[in-house]
């Protein structure tokens, strides 16, 4: 079930400090990480869903709203702004993300290393997958 993990908070007067670890904070082990930057206004990133691979998807600067649609055709939309939650994504979730902020910053924690067989490019393959 795609949720919001809410990360735990050092609140400080020198300023505020965020981590995560496994098992207390994130559901898996992380085996890749990545990041995305410098999305031109209007683009969208995305636009697929995993396999076998689940994620969790950081605002660390700026904004950015992730879109999932769901084998209905529904959609649910999550506006990324806050660095201390996170968006859980369980494997079959079909995602992308849009409405990039200037200098937003997202940072992806995957459960995989990267894998292209791992990928489902075609979203008609989820509905009839699950």
């Known amino acids: 079930m795609v949720k919001i993990i809410d990360f735990p908070k050092v609140m400080d007067p020198r300023g505020n400090l965020t981590f995560l670890q496994h098992p207390n904070s994130i559901p898996f ?77 997202s940072l992806h924690l995957s459960s995989m290393k990267f894998s292209a067989d791992d990928y489902i490019r075609n979203q008609e393959l989820i509905t009839s997958t699950i």
């Open 29 to 105: 082990e992380i085996k890749r990480v990545f990041w995305t930057y410098d999305v031109p206004g209007g683009e969208t990133r995305g636009g697929h869903a995993y396999k076998e691979q689940e994620e969790v998807i950081v605002a660390l600067s700026g904004s950015f709203d992730v879109v999932i649609t769901h084998p209905d055709g529904s959609t649910t939309k999550y506006h990324m702004n806050r660095s201390y939650y996170g968006l859980y994504l369980p494997p079959f979730t079909w995602r992308h993300m849009e409405n990039f902020s200037t200098n937003s910053l």
